[in-house]
């Protein structure tokens, strides 16, 4: 069946790619960029268009409890946010994976204040990187759409049952409009049937969820969350395998590696920032440089061996994020180091935050990169990538 | 005499101190909403004492999530309900402690009332944050020493009057609000069952004494729960639909405050330290307030105005101390 292109903001497609996967109980609070996604499904709701329950909430804290209840009780359930909203629910996150519950959740995202930005970067979703949600990264509005409906066939895979949160780049996706296909309905039903929980509240049979545990059974409880989190590495693989099955199209999956396979340099990125490199990729190819880049869409689980495939080949390797963890280096860039380092591999890795709070990165910035690491500049620490020096105020006052 | 467990809510087995008065509330709300309740609770002493994994005292489907998100999980798993079309004799009671509901968690209540979510709420309140070691809530009675309001030499403990929660829930123009006490167990099924009689969302306060924060005898906690009525310090009543209806006044009269603060350990430091007994006189200028409020100034007894007016006129000297 042949689906039809519109041309739609990101957050309209994706208010409208959710409706479709059916959601029973639906919480948010607004807060920018997200806020079209939940002011969408509202107006989706209100038409009749979808049979949901929508609950106008107090706060994000309550959107994602409410979330927690329905979903515990037995419904899918859904809910967006962003940056302040998205920490605000952080406690209500860790319970949820903490408990299984297959809350599908956007994260549309956004800076962290101070200072305050409504600007897009990764920090937000990577506060809550280790608390056992399972994170796609779109880079274009289709993918958002996309990530959503395998969102939910991961989440609620008894394989797995953990919550799964799609990220998309707050205004850089939520605000654009774009040539996107809605998924059929009839197809999307197929691809999703109807939720039934494998344990829910039901006085027909009392079950008792979040008891306490002593310290001598807690922690095969939390590792449980790890184990279920790594099973979720082939289901995802399945799960984008059957989505191109039903609706004709590939989507999703763990990453995208692009021009990389026999790339000297390859570049590592998440998010829509990957279209900008891209086109970069694509210019220093036809110029003779043998550039590539590798596009993580599944960030968690962290796909160690898809990975370790993908970059086996470079002579040496640039991470590019839109996050830091201040006080020590990158968020992804480690990572890629750990990867490598645990297979006995002395790849050199440099980190570059190009950057925070929704600074434009323009193609020579990148272009920079690959020239620097391309001609063997060894780095020995992460990199806050064209930072402005000339406007920081004095450092150490009086020092 | 045998007893027999099966038909129990809250089965027996679970490990609150001895004479709990939290443990008994439960039990009795519990037992007379029934097992078609699905529970939601907060963090806090009620939680650790019935959910050791991996066992657990509820024999109908009960759920923990947070500190602070009690009332939110029962909006939550009432939109469930209502969504697939099982509300139909299915009772949602949303629990927490004086601390999870009146402090921390109040954002999600006072969400969940004014969305008109058709849920019961039910605050356990032993006046303190039990379950972490008796530090001061704003349900902390005024002058109850707890370890973050403790008695001292610049101190008589902690020095704010409850806050008015029934009146702030009842602000929310829902159906029903009570106030009941684990000392008057024959009137909390009755006040449940009142409750759970209509639509829409409801709040039932219960008095709990807690032995072990209170320090109290726990042979005691149903006199001592009875003793903070029959002072004045804890008005029992009821608002049904915007009418407010107080528990019946004791039988023999108003009783003064010292009874029921004498026998606890919190308030040990008024009747030990020097000028401890003159400070005894605000809390039963407070009790004083709390009769007039729901019975009328002829049903104020004199001492408790007598009290009213020292305390009146200690507040002027301070003032005036204050000022020189
Ligand atoms: C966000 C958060 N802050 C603090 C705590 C620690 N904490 C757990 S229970 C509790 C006190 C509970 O007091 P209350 O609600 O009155 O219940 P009680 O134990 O007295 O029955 C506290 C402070 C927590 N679990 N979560
Ligand atoms: S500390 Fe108090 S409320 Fe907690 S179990 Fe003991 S008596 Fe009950
Ligand atoms: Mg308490």
Redesign the pocket.
């Known amino acids: 069946m042949a689906e039809k292109q519109e041309i739609l903001e990101g957050a309209m497609a994706v208010a409208h790619a959710v409706a479709r996967c059916r959601p029973e109980v639906i919480a948010a609070y607004p807060i920018t960029p997200q806020t079209h996604i939940s002011e969408e499904l509202s107006q989706i709701v209100a038409d009749g268009e979808l049979d949901a329950e929508f609950v106008k909430v107090e706060s994000e804290f309550g959107a994602a409890s409410v979330i927690l209840g329905a979903s515990a009780t037995g419904v899918r359930t859904y809910t967006a946010t962003s940056s302040q909203g998205l920490l605000l629910m952080s406690?209500v996150l860790w319970n949820i994976a903490g408990m299984r519950l297959p809350v599908v959740l956007a994260c549309a995202n956004r800076s962290i204040s101070a200072p305050l930005s409504i600007w897009c970067d990764h920090q937000d979703a990577e506060a809550i990187r280790d608390c056992g949600i399972i994170q796609f990264y779109a880079e274009d509005n289709q993918e958002a759409c996309d990530q959503h409906l395998i969102a939910y066939k991961v989440a609620e895979d008894r394989r797995v049952l953990l919550p799964v949160m799609v990220n998309l780049d707050g205004f850089l996706l939520t605000h654009v409009f774009e040539p996107t296909i809605l998924p059929d309905q009839q197809l999307a039903d197929r691809y999703l049937p109807p939720y039934e929980a494998v344990l829910k509240l039901d006085p027909a049979n009392p079950a008792t969820f979040g008891a306490f545990t002593e310290p001598d059974k807690c922690m095969e409880g939390r590792w449980m969350v790890h184990d279920a989190c790594m099973r979720s590495l082939p289901v995802i693989e399945e799960a984008s395998a059957e989505f191109e099955k039903v609706f004709g199209r590939p989507s999703g999956g763990l990453l995208e590696e692009y021009k990389s396979r026999d790339a000297e340099t390859i570049l590592i990125a998440k998010g829509s920032l990957c279209g900008t490199i891209k086109d970069v990729v694509d210019e220093m190819r036809e110029e003779g440089t043998k550039v590539g880049l590798l596009r993580i869409k599944t960030y968690r689980p962290w796909p160690t061996e898809a990975v370790l495939k993908a970059v086996s080949g470079a002579k040496q390797i640039a991470v590019i994020e839109r996050g830091a963890s201040f006080g020590a280096g990158g968020v992804m860039t480690p990572e890629v180091k750990e990867t490598l380092y645990d297979a006995g591999m002395q790849t050199p890795v440099s980190g570059f935050c190009v950057q925070l709070g929704g600074r434009e990165v323009p193609p020579d910035g990148i272009r920079e990169i690959v020239d620097r690491v391309a001609s063997g500049e060894k780095q020995t620490a992460y990199e806050y990538f064209r930072l402005k020096t000339e406007i920081l105020p004095e450092l150490v006052p009086g020092a | 005499m045998e007893f027999d467990y099966r038909d129990r809510v809250l089965v027996p087995g679970y490990t609150s101190c001895l004479g709990c008065g939290?443990a008994m509330a439960m039990r009795i709300v519990a037992q007379a909403a029934g097992k078609n309740t699905i529970f939601t609770s907060?963090?806090?002493?009620?939680e650790i004492f019935t959910s050791r994994y991996p066992t657990s005292s509820w024999a109908a489907p009960w759920i923990h999530s947070?500190?602070?998100n009690s009332a939110a999980v029962a909006s939550g798993v009432y939109y469930a309900l209502k969504h697939r079309g099982k509300l139909e004799g299915v009772n949602v009671i949303g629990t927490?402690?004086?601390?999870?509901?009146a402090d921390?968690g109040i954002g999600c209540l006072s969400g969940a009332l004014e969305r008109g979510d058709d849920i019961l709420y039910c605050c356990?309140d032993?006046e303190?944050?039990?379950?972490?070691g008796i530090?001061r809530?704003s349900l902390t009675p005024f002058y109850a020493a707890t370890t973050t309001s403790p008695a001292g030499k610049a101190s008589w403990g902690n020095d704010r009057p409850k806050k008015d929660i029934p009146a702030i829930v009842a602000a929310h123009n829902i159906p029903y609000v009570g106030v009941g006490s684990c000392g008057y167990y024959r009137e909390l099924p009755r006040m449940v069952k009142k409750a759970l009689s209509y639509r829409g969302p409801k709040y039932l306060q219960i008095h709990s004494v807690?032995p072990a924060g209170w320090r109290s005898d726990p042979s005691q906690t149903a006199v001592i729960a009875r003793l903070a009525f029959e002072t004045g310090c804890y008005p029992l009543y009821e608002i049904i639909e915007g009418e407010t209806k107080p528990h019946k006044p004791p039988k023999e009269g108003w009783k003064h405050v010292e009874e029921y603060l004498k026998p606890q350990g919190r308030f040990r430091h008024l009747f030990r330290a020097e000028g401890g007994e003159g400070q005894i006189v605000r809390i039963q200028a407070l009790a004083g307030a709390n009769i007039r409020k729901f019975y009328g100034d002829d049903a104020v007894p004199d001492f408790a105005k007598e009290a009213e007016k020292k305390a009146e006129e200690m507040a002027e000297e301070q003032e005036a101390e204050a000022t020189a």
């Open positions: 406690e | 939290e907060c963090t806090g002493c009620s947070l500190f602070e927490g402690g004086d601390g999870g509901t921390i356990w032993n303190a944050y039990m379950n972490t530090q809530s807690c």
